[in-house]
């Protein structure tokens, strides 16, 4: 399974630390974010990442490199001169994605998450991981129930890992748009499936956050 790391972003919320670099190239637990993410990806197997870059995008690449050194071949999505937000910008990248169901991540969220327990092709359009709400999200994103988006089921927050097919978007439109609204009509439609993670997750999307991660993640590696 290919995979692709949204990264594009400006991180606004971030502000100043991402004033001069990207927000996955900030530094948590002794390594970039999203370094994080390319180990799991790397140890559940997956050997081609995609990387969509815009804000910062030098350093970006620079960072990354050909992927080797984390055993990856990474190749980049140029979205400059303004990222394409999450739907948009994995639109723009499928032609690197191909026609077989893909897995996405955001590159601004940390997880333990173990990507082997992503389902190779999904049971519908696409596959999410939900998490418990955290406090800054307390109404959630989906209902879920028996393994499926939708229905009367409790509300759960949506990671941002998945797995899509490429059908998921047919009729869209080169440009900017987010990729919730696909998922939520995917969802009423019945084609969306769903794994919970009760472990570690966190949106890291202000500075508060992000301290908050690396004291734990420091405390992790203490032990």
Known sequence: MRAMILAAGRGERMRPLTDDRPKPLLPVGGRALIDWHLEALAAAGVVE??????????????????????GLSIRISDERPR??????????????????????VNGDVWSDFDF?????????DAH?????????HPDGDFTFRNGRVGGDGPRLTFSGIGVYRPRLFVGCEPGAFR?????????????????????VWCDVGT?????????ELGQRQRR
């Open 49 to 70: 990442v995609i990387v969509n870059v815009a804000w910062q995008a030098e350093a970006l690449t620079d960072h990354l490199g050909d992927g080797r050194r984390w």
């Open 83 to 104: 990222a394409l937000e999450t739907g948009g910008g994995i639109l723009r990248a499928l032609p690197l994605l191909g026609d077989a169901p893909f897995c996405v």
């Open 116 to 124: 082997r327990r992503l389902p190779a092709a999904p049971d519908g």
């Open 128 to 136: 999410l991981v939900l998490v418990d709400n955290p406090a800054h």
């Open 179 to 199: 990729l919730a609204p696909l998922l939520h009509a995917a969802a009423v439609r019945g084609g969306v499936t769903a794994t919970y993670h009760g472990g």
């Open 207 to 215: 500075p508060e956050r992000l301290r908050a991660l690396d004291a």
